[in-house]
C-alpha cells in the first residue's frame, strides 16, 4: 500500500505540431519559472529558450515568479506569427475569412 502522492503542478505549451504537457512534482515555494525549468521543456522545445518568456495559470497571465499551488497548470506562450486584425483584414481584402466557408457550416 502506498502513501498519498506528492502534490504536483503541469507545465504545458502549444507548439506548432502538438502540444507538450508535463507533471512536475510541487515543491514548497515554487514560483511558475521554477516549474517551467523543472519541466525541462526549454531544452526539449526548440524555439522557447532565449527569450523572456511570458506565462500563464490557466488562462491568467501571471509574472514568472508567481508561486504555484497544487493542480495549477503553468502555460507557456508564444508569440503570435501574426496580428490577428492584420489577417482579417488581409484575407477579406482576398475575399476571403480565416474559417471555413459559410457553405460547410449549413451542411453539418
Request: proline residues 9%; charged residues 30%.
Amino acid at each position: 500500500m502506498s502513501g498519498p502522492e506528492a502534490p504536483t503542478v503541469e507545465v504545458a505549451v502549444a507548439l506548432r505540431d502538438r502540444q507538450a504537457v508535463v507533471r512536475v512534482k510541487l515543491v514548497d515555494g515554487m514560483t511558475a519559472l521554477d516549474a517551467v525549468e523543472a519541466s525541462g521543456l526549454l531544452r526539449s522545445c526548440e524555439g522557447l529558450g532565449g527569450r523572456p518568456l511570458d506565462l500563464g495559470i490557466y488562462g491568467r497571465p501571471v509574472p514568472p515568479g508567481e508561486r504555484l499551488r497544487e493542480g495549477d497548470r503553468v502555460e507557456i506562450y508564444r508569440p503570435l506569427q501574426a496580428d490577428p486584425r492584420e489577417a482579417r483584414r488581409r484575407l477579406a481584402a482576398e475575399g476571403r475569412t480565416m474559417g471555413p466557408p459559410a457553405s460547410d457550416l449549413r451542411r453539418r
